[in-house]
């Protein structure tokens, strides 16, 4: 059984400057308060090594990136241990409002056999961290949108 946690933002800055910042994996150690280091490339069928933080817990994921669309959605899957025991499926989307204006929406969608019990004990800090990392992006994103010209 699928398990979803979806959050959403407003981001006041163009889907560039959002891209950008989403995309500069190795500068998340600076702004990033959920996966909190990181590094790889967003490219399809790429690694990821990642750096979480959940509440007091720190853990290492290596995710491969399934689908690059550019200024648009970026995902990836990631498993715990083997794939089948607790598999997340991790996505981002960038959609346009207006110029200069995006709704950023975060999510993963859960499976495997422990998945309910797992989320059971960290669904809540996992949407908390979620949260936080948008509400960081979103920082980032409105304080350098007028002070930085994006070259994407």
Partial sequence: ???????????????????????????????????????????????LINTMKNGNSRFIFKPTVLNVEKLKYLDWLGSLFVKGIFDGHHYFKIEELNPGQVRFTQGENFTGILSGVILKFTGSETRNGFIRMNQALKQLAESTATSQSCVC
């Fill in 1 to 47: 059984m699928q398990k979803t946690i979806e959050t959403q933002i407003i981001i006041n800055a163009g889907k560039e400057k959002v891209w950008a910042i989403l995309t500069d994996f190795d500068n998340y150690k600076n702004w990033n308060p959920f996966i909190i280091n990181s590094s790889g490339q967003a490219i399809a069928g790429g690694k």
